[in-house]
Nanobody, 116 residues
Framework: QEQLVQSGGGLVQAGGSLRLSCSAS????????LGWYRQAPGKSRELVAS???????NYADSVKGRFTISRDDVGNTVYLQMNRLTPEDTADYYC??????????WGQGTLVTVSS
């Protein structure tokens, strides 16, 4: 069984919106979702948005004002609302979490493609 399950990727036109979700198979005491990363073709994986257990958030400069990260504590799910998407946002998006035993786990990834 996957420890983190992602959904919400797809193809969207520039200016459109998508919402990604990352759902943990265990409670937050076992798996704490830390944030979202993305990796474009030929580039390294970069941090897009992070969220603490207390709800504090931080964003990469390239997405500030357009992306919003949020957490549903009841379902141990973290979302990434992406608005006003541009072709430069095209990438594979991954959520990352801390696991009490394995320390670092990643979601399976989801492709976001923004057409111009």
């Amino acid at each position: 069984q996957e420890q983190l399950v992602q959904s919400g990727g797809g193809l969207v036109q520039a200016g459109g919106s998508l919402r990604l979700s990352c759902s943990a198979s265990e409670t937050q005491r076992v798996i704490t979702i830390l944030g979202w990363y993305r990796q474009a073709p030929g580039k390294s994986r970069e941090l897009v948005a992070s969220i603490t257990s207390g709800g504090s958030t931080n964003y990469a400069d390239s997405v500030k004002g357009r992306f919003t990260i949020s957490r549903d504590d009841v379902g141990n799910t973290v979302y990434l609302q992406m608005n006003r998407l541009t072709p430069e946002d095209t990438a594979d998006y991954y959520c990352k979490a801390y696991h009490y035993r394995y320390h670092e786990v990643w979601g399976q990834g989801t492709l976001v493609t923004v057409s111009s």
